[in-house]
């Protein structure tokens, strides 16, 4: 019987909360509740895709532990939150992808339109005040049409979790994620495969979303920011911040507010004239 007490932090405490330290008898203690948790489910339909995965792509020591993390050590939602990992897999990659490797040449392969996009990108050794990660996402990128829906879920599911999460510190601490809305139109919107985007990562993939950062958002944005809250939970309402003014007043803010490193955003916030 495991008795070891786990650390109650969890991801719905305020924004500046540390993650505790983690320690070999922590994961280990985590780890060992998950694998009983899955003991007492292994029968039931909701493990069913989860069971179906090859034991490469599932180890406890690198694919189990992701959600241990992501869910501050508590064993039965990380359980929860593994088995809907799989279920959702099996939905956007369908039974003959899903179980391959998540890479270009495996799970991705066929998804090349989507990958080359520049939608979304993790921006390696930029961090805020709180040591977070970060997540640039500029959706005038996007070209509704030019791709399907699901290869792009697919597309974005393979950034948050083969490359944002290859650090075990952005595992432990999440990332914020900053979106550039100055050049967004509706010929860039869709709101079904927005809602896809919801279903992929909420409650789903291992990732810890500590802050939302939305710049120069557009006239346009009154319009399409009521409908995109609709289907956000309310943790996520919560911690959006929406900066609008100059380039340099947006930058002053992420600077002096989150510590960003300015030479390492990208160059749609530099002072260069407009």
């Not at 203690?29 to 489910?41: A, T, Y």
């Not at 066929?110 to 520049?118: F, Q």
């Not at 009521?226 to 100059?246: C, D, E, L, N």
Request: contains cysteine; proline residues 7%; positive net charge.
């Amino acid at each position: 019987m495991i008795t070891t007490a786990l650390p109650t932090l969890r991801k719905d405490l305020p924004i500046g909360s540390i993650h505790p330290k983690e320690t070999p008898e922590i994961l280990s203690v985590g780890l060992d509740s998950m694998k009983q948790e899955l003991g007492k489910r292994s029968n039931r339909a909701e493990c069913k895709a989860f069971n179906a995965a090859p034991d490469d792509l599932k180890s406890p020591e690198k694919h189990w532990v992701m959600f241990l993390r992501c869910e501050v050590y508590d064993a039965v939602l990380a359980t929860d939150r593994m088995l809907r990992y799989w279920r959702r897999r099996v939905k956007y990659f369908g039974r003959d992808k899903a179980y391959l490797p998540l890479t270009r040449e495996g799970a991705l392969a066929g998804d090349d339109i989507a990958l080359n996009n520049k939608f979304l990108t993790f921006l390696p050794g930029l961090v805020d005040s709180d040591g977070i990660g970060v997540l640039f996402g500029d959706p005038s990128f996007l070209r509704p049409g030019t791709y399907s829906r699901k290869s792009m879920v697919r597309s974005v599911w393979y950034i948050i979790e083969n490359i944002t999460l290859a650090d075990a510190e952005v595992q432990r601490r999440g990332v914020l994620f900053l979106g550039y809305l100055k050049n967004i139109g509706m010929q860039n919107m869709d709101n079904t495969m927005f809602k896809m985007h919801m279903d992929a990562i909420k409650g789903c993939l291992p990732i810890r979303i500590r802050k939302f950062i939305v710049t120069h958002p557009p006239p346009i944005f009154e319009l399409i920011f009521p409908v995109v809250q609709i289907f956000m939970p309310a943790w996520v309402k919560k911690r959006i911040s929406i900066y609008s003014g100059t380039s340099e007043e947006v930058l002053e803010k992420l600077v002096t507010e989150y510590s960003l490193n300015a030479e390492l955003l990208p160059p749609v916030f530099s002072l260069s004239p407009e």
